[in-house]
């Protein structure tokens, strides 16, 4: 079992930046890869990035590209996602995830392990 816990959520203004945590702990979280996601009131889930166990390989959604950066810390057991530019329309809950493999990485089915969620809020 892996246990996710996530932080740094809050309430900022359009075009700050937030950094959240994703702590782990459990199994061995080096050999997992770790995602973000968020969902919106009245949307899907939405996948943003993910990250290789090795912290060598990461993808992100269009919609986040050139804006947010994923990173993890294996020693320190931690992932992180550094949110820049931040627009009202990115306020959502945001998850981390773990799964197996780095195959379909952007299904949420495919994740095993899900952190409890952080609440970001982008005011205008």
């Known amino acids: 079992q892996v246990q996710l816990v996530e932080s740094g959520g809050g309430l900022v203004q359009a075009g700050d930046s937030l950094r959240l945590s994703c702590a782990a702990s459990?199994?061995?979280?080096?050999?997992?890869?770790v995602s973000w996601f968020r969902q919106a009131p009245g949307n899907e889930r939405e996948f943003l990035a993910t990250?290789?166990?090795?912290?060598?390989?990461?993808y992100y959604a269009d919609s986040v590209k050139g804006r947010f950066t994923i990173s993890r810390d294996n020693a320190g057991n931690t992932v992180y996602l550094q949110m820049n530019r931040l627009k009202p329309e990115d306020t959502a809950v945001y998850y981390c995830?773990?799964?197996?493999?780095?195959?379909?990485?952007?299904?949420?089915?495919?994740?095993?392990?899900w952190g409890q969620g952080t609440q970001v809020t982008v005011s205008s």
């Open positions: 459990g199994r061995t979280f080096s050999s997992y890869a």
């Open positions: 990250i290789h166990w090795s912290g060598g390989v990461t």
């Open positions: 995830a773990a799964k197996v493999g780095f195959n379909n990485i952007a299904w949420v089915s495919s994740y095993q392990y």
